[in-house]
């Protein structure tokens, strides 16, 4: 019998577990693992890294919380490799938040860029699918206004929407990062429903901007839009701070 060449090389270093995640990942990028695939098991990983078990355990469970891999238990359980989306970005993203490594400045001027850049493209390849598509999301947050509820999450997908008539995949994972994001924290700041009806406004006018193919027009609505949704926050974080600190009295990170 042909004896089969292992996948992964043997890892010889204190920090194995870095190793052994960082081949796998390599695997992953390069299509030998393809989403729903069940990775080998421990025992057959420890094998071939030669390495113990546990530091593969632990080379998964890195893995999995950086979204590449999910972990199922039971009998037709394993290591299974995810879809590699948004998701990843979002979470490095949040990290980066909650340590206080990025502040609402910073999100500001990556949301006007980012919008910006993303809008010159949609006006120029958006197509009647997508218009309908956007037109659909506005009246969507309407009604749900209507009902005297927040448009909150419909709100936030009007973003990824024009991310995605920009027919760039890069700018539409990068827009849905950013987007969770801001979702986040206008759920956990508690936005009321008569800023949610002006977002929606401001949704309606680049929408038709957007189909008037006018960029300029389109790009100025957007940065009042950005700086308007950063002083709510700004403002709601600040009303926030008292209770935070009651809550901590040792102090957390910045929002």
Known sequence: ???????????????????????????????????????????????????????????????????????????????????????????SFSDMMRLGKIGFGHLTEARLGIEKITLAFVVVRADEKDLALLKENVQQSENVLLTGKRATEANVSFHVLLAKASKNPLLGMIQESISRIVYTLLQSLKTDVEYSTRVVQYHKDIYRAVCDRNE???????????????RKLSELSEAEKPKRERRHPGGIGPV
């Open 1 to 91: 019998m042909i004896k089969k060449k292992p996948l992964f090389a043997s890892i010889k270093t204190r920090r194995a577990f870095e190793k052994v995640s960082e081949q796998i990942k390599e695997l992953i990028f390069s299509g030998v693992f393809k989403p729903g695939d069940r990775l080998l098991s421990e025992r057959e990983l420890a094998s071939q890294f030669g390495v113990a078990r546990i530091v593969v355990r632990e080379a998964l469970r890195v893995l999995e919380q950086s979204g590449f891999i999910l972990i199922r238990q039971g009998s037709e359980g394993g290591a299974f490799v995810k879809e590699i989306g948004a998701s990843v970005v979002t979470q």
């Open 216 to 230: 300029a027009l389109a790009a100025k609505l957007m940065e009042e839009h950005i700086q308007d949704v950063t």
